[in-house]
T-cell receptor, first 114, second 108 residues
Framework: ETGVTQTPRHLVMGMTNKKSLKCEQH?????MYWYKQSAKKPLELMFV???????ENNSVPSRFSPECPNSSHLFLHLHTLQPEDSALYLC?????????????FGSGTQLSVL | GIQVEQSPPDLILQEGANSTLRCNFS?????LQWFHQNPWGQLINLFY???GTKQNGRLSATTVATERYSLLYISSSQTTDSGVYFC??????????FGGGTRVLVKP
């Protein structure tokens, strides 16, 4: 148990569906992240939030829409995804945005887009 | 750009064996971490080690910043050590970049 909880654990969706991934951290951290892990590729940073404000967007397509209502919760809204978006989506947190701090990851959501 | 290379890509061990995993990085280190991803996808932070040596049970890590590499040692390996080991490196002013991982299988 890392203190970062992600739901759902698995998600299958069609290309026309809209779904949301949820992440909650119980560590009192101020920074939260979304990462994408595709087969045979290194983890890719998607978004960074610091104190609820988005501080980084690594050229992520607009069909991925993050939301951070408070420092403990992070969502990733998905719509009109493509099959190549199938991957493990990981949420992580740190006390502050990567200033010499360890990342704490959730268990991830395994997403399959049909 | 920033590069992080891990070796070997795959490692098969007999239970009880020792092993060394390597992470080479391309710039001066600001942040370096080692992670273990279990077969169910959970990533656990093993070490935050931008320099020096740390030990945690059967695992230890050493980063030689001047030579731009870090090593993760697994001693007396157990089947629960199976999974993928990632190093992640950050240079000043850059984002944390993950290596491609070393896939470890420990056989009973």
């Amino acid at each position: 148990e890392t203190g970062v909880t992600q739901t759902p654990r698995h998600l299958v969706m069609g290309m026309t569906n809209k779904k949301s991934l949820k992440c909650e951290q119980h560590l009192g951290h101020n920074a939260m992240y979304w990462y994408k892990q595709s087969a045979k590729k290194p983890l890719e940073l998607m978004f960074v939030y610091n104190f609820k404000e988005q501080t980084e967007n690594n050229s992520v397509p607009s069909r991925f829409s993050p939301e951070c209502p408070n420092s403990s919760h992070l969502f990733l809204h998905l719509h009109t995804l493509q099959p190549e978006d199938s991957a493990l989506y990981l949420c992580a947190s740190t006390p502050e945005p990567l200033v010499g701090e360890k990342l704490f990851f959730g268990s991830g959501t395994q997403l399959s887009v049909l | 750009g920033i590069q992080v290379e891990q070796s070997p890509p795959d490692l098969i061990l007999q239970e009880g064996a020792n092993s060394t995993l390597r992470c080479n990085f391309s710039d001066s280190v600001n942040n370096l971490q080692w992670f273990h991803q279990n077969p169910w996808g959970q990533l656990i932070n093993l070490f935050y080690i931008p320099s020096g040596t740390k030990q945690n049970g059967r695992l230890s890590a050493t980063t030689v910043a001047t030579e731009r590499y870090s090593l993760l040692y697994i001693s007396s390996s157990q089947t629960t050590d199976s999974g993928v080991y990632f190093c992640a490196f950050k240079a000043a002013g850059n984002k944390l970049t993950f290596g491609g991982g070393t896939r470890v299988l420990v056989k009973p």
